[in-house]
């Protein structure tokens, strides 16, 4: 096994044109890997914390003690070391000495690790999907966002995402198709009513709504217009991210003009999920409502599935926890939460020990890098979550698993309805 030569990182700039680190390896032999770590706008308080400078430069998000403790402590602790991805992600969390990476500070650890997991594969001499693949392995279903909502857009309607999933299409290459219609739909409808205000931070439209309900009638009449059937031919998925406006004890929908108890919310989402061909919701409830989350698994989970992302942040033990409890069928995998590869896919394997689907996902705040497309691939996590089907950083993602796709061949095969959870397949 090679032994590493160097770590070195430096500030790159992410889609928000916010410092972020980026961060190279090269290990003895020559083999070499570099990775960039993404940045979320609504953040789960047990995720991993991104260390930032603070102060006045680039409005406080500075990463020149993140990208320092790389090209310090890591670097010296990293160099001279085999190349081992679970025995170097730990002597990350030993070195950071915190739960949450809060010394080192999570962007700087995400960034090596990742970039550790390109430089083995490189060394192997195989794309990191093929490297981290433990047998035949699928291309996962793409979660693609046609409005954008909540913190990723102002906060115009509370919903987060408007999404949509064609879990039916024959391969990748038609789904991304599919997905491109109703987009380019969704936008001429909006110009059409005189709604069209531009597009929000992922990428999808800015959604300009009378009421959070009256996104998902939009995004239905804009499947038809696309010339797709709803709930038949193509689905919607929302990320509801209620956390962000859980407030004083109450769900505070402030483009409805409601104040909710729990029963009242998960009341207001099952009556959406039986009014709309809806097939995923992510965060119906907030993130530390354990009970309320498995009262909703319950009642509408053998038809839709229900998505835990800052409700598990990445955690094995969370998800572990929620799975006994019965909350979620499906978990949300981000590698920048956990702060490093293997806690991520620990995370992901406690999830498909449990019986769940998995989606990889990207961050509102991202970069160029195609890391998680590799991840989603490699990993069979059957389902990958980016943004939505405009600005670079997002798609040079879907155009990295296109290129899977082709280097996959004969052999490639679309997760389809087989990505999520058996009870929900059509």
Known sequence: MSRI???????IWDSRGRPTVEADIRLEGGAFGRAAAPAGASRGIHEAIDLRDGGTKFGGF???????????????AFVGKHADQEALDALLSELDGTPNFSRLGGNATVAVSLALSHALADAAEKPLWKYLANGKVRLPVPEIQIFGGGAHAGRRTDIQDFMVMVPGAENLRRAFEITGDVYRAA??????ENRLSGTADEGGWWPNFDSNEDGL??????????????GQDVFISLDIASSEFYREGAYQLGLDGARLDTDAMIELVTGWCNRYPILSVED?????????MAKITAAIGGKVQIVGDDFLVTDAARVKRAADAGACNCALIKVNQAGTVSRAHA??????????????????G???????AHLSTGWDAGQFKVGSF??????????ALLRIEEEMGDDATFAGWGGLPALVRR
């Open 5 to 11: 030569q160097s770590v070195k990182a430096r500030q």
């Open 62 to 76: 500075g990463v020149d003690k993140a990208v320092a403790n790389v090209n310090g402590p890591i670097a010296k």
């Open 366 to 372: 991202e970069t160029e890098d195609v890391s998680i």
């Open 390 to 399: 405009a600005r670079s950083e997002r798609m040079a993602k879907w155009n």
């Open 187 to 192: 936008g001429a409808l909006m110009a059409d």
């Open 217 to 230: 009638s939009t995004l239905t009449r804009a499947i038809e217009k696309a010339g797709y059937k709803p």
């Open 284 to 292: 119906p409830v907030a993130q530390d409502h354990i009970e309320a």
């Open 347 to 364: 995370a992901l394997r406690a999830a498909k020990d449990a019986g769940w689907a998995v989606i990889v996902s990207a961050r509102s």
